[in-house]
């Protein structure tokens, strides 16, 4: 479908035993036919540098296959993460849990009745992130039961939820969703994950109006990415993009060292000198911040624009 099949290296096809591809038609559809360097392209295609072994890169970046709790991660004092579904629409090549064991993971209803029990018993926690894989992968009921659950607890005042399904598949921002987040008394907060201008188009910007009418706060966080977004133009556009999508960036991730995503690495000066330059080119409410996870560490770690 994007007519590459004479540029495709043999062990290119053969990164697909490495990692699984998947790609939903709608975001095909927005890459460059015979580009070969197409941005959208490049998130999602096995490249033979994911057999490449790099110091420092490992299967498990951020510390998390020794979560005490199957399928949830609390890192946050105020805010626990659920691994709501383990699937996702997409593989992004340089997913930092591409490695995860999710089989391990897997929530039915009995254990994600056990992490409401969690929840409920500390009073500390106040948000409920929704992860995967992606929430959204769950049916609209599958959501609108946890909702249910959740609105019993009286400290919890948000639910987020991070997804990539309204720019691979916009259609998945149903009507029956909308209405059930427009009926919670939680403030619903939607982190999209996207890296790239040509990644949002008019289906996507139709989804987030739909979303924005209901109330749902609007953000995103991308990650940089050699050869993808790692110049002043490509953040640039890609945060004015968001913006006309009623959509605010929100973070700028330095890549997750997970082993098979090296090739998509920059340093942190070069990360630093482009955010400098965002500073001048962009008013500040559209300037995501600059941040790298650290495993074992309890939140982002602000990058430092000061260091160079």
């Not at 110091?55 to 998390?64: A, R, T, V």
């Not at 939607?190 to 289906?203: L, W, Y």
């Not at 050699?226 to 968001?242: F, G, H, I, M």
């Not at 098979?260 to 955010?275: L, N, P, R, T, V």
């Amino acid at each position: 479908m994007v007519g590459l099949s004479s540029q495709v290296h043999d062990n290119d096809i053969k990164a697909r035993s490495l990692f699984p591809v998947r790609v939903p038609i709608p975001f095909i559809k927005k890459m460059r036919k015979g580009d070969a360097n197409d941005p959208l392209l490049l998130q999602v295609m096995p490249r033979h540098q994911e057999f490449l072994t790099k110091s420092g890169f490992n299967k498990d970046p951020l510390l998390e296959q020794s979560n005490q709790q199957p399928g949830l991660l609390h890192k946050y004092k105020s805010r626990v993460l659920v691994m709501f579904k383990t699937g996702c629409a997409v593989n992004c090549r340089y997913c930092f849990r591409r490695h995860f064991p999710y089989q391990e993971n897997q929530l039915n209803k009995r254990s994600l009745l056990d992490a409401l029990s969690y929840i409920k018993s500390d009073n500390n926690i106040n948000e409920v992130i929704l992860s995967g894989g992606d929430p959204l992968m769950a049916k609209d009921d599958a959501i609108s039961w946890f909702l249910d659950e959740l609105e019993q607890l009286p400290q919890i005042k948000r639910m987020r939820i991070h997804t990539r399904l309204p720019v691979v598949i916009p259609a998945r921002i149903t009507d029956e969703l909308c209405e059930r987040l427009a009926r919670s008394p939680l403030k619903i907060v939607f982190v999209n994950h996207i890296n790239h201008a040509n990644e949002i188009d008019d289906d996507f910007k139709a989804a987030m109006q739909k979303l924005k009418q209901v109330g749902v706060v609007l953000f995103n966080q991308a990650v940089i990415l050699k050869d993808v977004n790692d110049t002043t133009a490509a953040q640039v556009n890609l945060s004015e993009a968001l913006f006309d999508a009623d959509v605010l960036p929100y973070y700028l991730h330095l890549l997750d060292k997970v082993e098979g995503a090296s090739h998509f690495d920059i340093s942190e000066e070069q990360a630093i000198k482009i955010m400098a330059e965002l500073l001048e080119a962009l008013p500040g409410f559209l300037v995501p911040k600059l941040v790298r996870e650290i495993g074992g560490e309890k939140s982002k770690t602000p990058i430092d624009l000061k260091l160079i």
